[in-house]
């Protein structure tokens, strides 16, 4: 076989054409370039998020989940203007494939519901940002911080340091916590035992000593002692403190209830053990067979 009849050969496996599209015949080559020009759009999108528009958003101080809502935006927007221009460029018009797409979105929408939902609802994260990156939030018994959002769903590290991937629509129908929305500065309350025979105002004297002595406890909203309930063999007592970050709300837990143990041995304050008393209303006899 010559070198012409090969150059032959490879044009006609090019241009072989492999189906209409809105009366535009469809090559090897059309879709070559149509993929290459989607391609390319992709990396740039990934370019412009990352390196350019990433590095101005941060040399103006804009807070990180604004940043990452922003070039998620801008790197859809330059896909979606990426598939436009290949279609043009390949010669389909999309007025007409509108058409088309609308009659087969109407089947597909049925066996992709689930997807739709997770897409609308990611559209709806990105835009009305109820969660952000960076946001420490509970959803049903898993707490983590948010990673990443996509299109379809959310990632998760949770404080295992295991990752979860969430459908976005659980974010938008379900109740979710979100620790960090409007202020990070959240509310402890520490519940206590103490023995009816304390002394109540030694009491409440030691436990405003340990929350005075915690450097991770804010002084502004004040601490607070509560006594909240008479028990059965003690006064419910209640420390009431706020913290920066809720995120470390698990160790200054840990640290204020230590230093309640210390600071009541130092006083001489009983913690009592729950304590039931028995009664017997009549006495049993033991009759021994003669």
């Known amino acids: 076989m010559g070198k012409d009849e090969i150059l032959k050969t490879f044009h006609e496996v090019i241009s072989y054409p492999l189906f209409e599209l809105n009366n535009t ?32 958003l941060q040399k103006i101080n804009i807070e990180e989940g604004l940043q990452f809502t922003m070039m998620k935006i801008s790197r859809y927007i330059v896909i979606s203007i990426g598939v436009i221009v290949a279609f043009q460029v390949i010669g389909i018009n999309l007025s007409g494939l509108a058409v088309v797409l609308g009659f087969l979105s109407v089947g597909i929408g049925f066996g992709l ?6 897409f609308i609802a990611g559209l709806i994260l990105l835009f009305e940002r109820p969660i952000k990156v960076g946001d420490r939030v509970t959803v049903g018994d898993t707490e983590g ?4 959002i996509n299109i379809r769903s959310t990632t998760i590290r949770t404080l ?8 976005n629509s659980d974010f938008i129908s379900s109740s979710v916590i979100n620790w960090t929305h409007s202020d990070r500065k959240i509310r402890v309350d520490l519940p206590v035992g103490v023995s009816y025979s304390s002394d109540l ?27 909240k309930n008479f028990g059965d063999s003690s006064w419910d007592m209640s420390l ?31 913690i009592p053990f729950p304590q039931r008393d028995v009664h017997f209303r009549n006495s049993i006899s033991m009759v021994k067979d003669s």
Not at 240 to 246: E, H, M, Y
């Open 25 to 56: 015949t469809v090559t090897p080559t059309s879709l070559i370039v149509f993929l290459f020009i989607i391609l390319m759009f992709i990396l740039v999108s990934r370019l412009l998020g990352s390196k350019i528009l990433g590095r101005i």
């Open 160 to 167: 295992n340091n295991i990752t979860i991937i969430v459908p």
């Open 201 to 227: 105002d030694t009491v409440i004297k030691a436990l405003k000593e340990v929350a005075a002595e915690n450097k991770d406890v804010l002084k502004t909203p004040p601490s607070e002692v509560h006594l």
């Open 240 to 270: 009431r403190v706020w913290v920066a970050d809720p995120k470390t709300h698990y160790y200054v837990r840990s640290e204020l209830n230590c230093s309640i143990v210390h600071k009541f041995r130092k006083y001489g304050i009983e």
């Open 145 to 148: 911080d948010v990673e990443n």
């Open 113 to 118: 519901q689930n997807v739709t939902s997770n």
